[in-house]
């Protein structure tokens, strides 16, 4: 449960919603509120705070759209401390379940379809393989702490037996220790999307709410294609970054 609210300062040039705002994740990061709590509701919250409502609901939709807090809409909703967002490194080629256990949090995905299918074609332009050329197709849930963040969908060439391989844990690991495929590197695009009927069940989510899309492909070191995935994420749990750096003088 929230704390005291502080007595906000006037005429400083801070405004009272920037103040709103640093209190709450002060109270967050603190451990003052955890993942899950619920704000009281916006009159008592802005009565304490001294404010209206709207300066309130301003400091609350800032913090909404940084993915601090999550707002349910109806009587038995209101205004709850989101779940920590996971980072996601894009920089290197960190399987997403390294990720996670870097983060302390348990990976687990749920297989959805493992089959061998023609190549849609932009998986077979990919792979460099003819439209319609038999590639593994694999899609999985993937969770952290047993909640969804992550819808994957990849598609492999046609390496023997590797269905009937354990498709629960890293499938990068998999490739690197059975077909001697570590990826090396690889080409990924990002792209806000909207979550259909079909994602939304899966990732717990309402249909039309916001995902981001990663199209990746993945090349061993002797610049063959191994893996050619369209990966969906929750932007409420995921937060994807890239490091960049100067490699070296700029050329004249």
């Not at 080629?93 to 348990?106: I, N, P, S, V």
């Not at 990976?107 to 061998?116: G, S």
């Not at 059975?178 to 994602?199: G, K, M, N, T």
């Amino acid at each position: 449960m929230v704390g005291t609210p502080p007595e906000l300062e006037r005429g400083t040039g801070v405004p009272a919603h920037v103040q709103i705002e640093r209190w709450l994740l002060e109270s967050i990061s603190s451990g003052e509120m955890a993942p899950g709590d619920r704000l009281p509701g916006e009159r008592e919250l802005a009565g304490r705070l001294g404010v209206s409502r709207m300066t309130l609901r301003q400091a609350l939709a800032t913090l909404e759209r940084d993915g601090v807090l999550v707002r349910v809409p109806g009587r038995a909703g209101g205004a709850f401390v989101a779940e920590p967002r996971i980072e996601c490194d894009l920089t290197g080629l960190t399987g997403f379940t390294e990720q996670l256990r870097r983060a302390h949090l348990r990976a687990e995905a749920r297989v959805l379809l493992a089959a061998t299918v023609p190549a849609p074609r932009a998986a077979a332009t990919a792979l460099r393989l003819a439209p319609g050329s038999p590639v593994h197709e694999v899609a999985r849930v993937r969770s952290a702490d047993r909640s969804p963040v992550a819808l994957e969908r990849s598609y492999f060439p046609p390496l023997p037996d590797l269905l009937d391989q354990d498709l629960t844990g890293s499938l990068y690991t998999l490739l690197a220790t059975r077909y001697d495929l570590r990826p090396h590197s690889a080409v990924e695009h990002l792209d806000p999307v909207i979550a259909r009927p079909a994602e939304a069940a899966e990732l717990g989510i309402a249909p039309g709410a916001p995902l981001m899309l990663i199209e990746r492909t993945a090349y061993a070191a002797d610049g063959g294609p191994v893996e050619f995935a369209r990966d969906l994420f929750r932007p409420d749990r995921v937060r994807i970054s890239v490091r960049s750096g100067v490699r070296g003088p700029a050329a004249p």
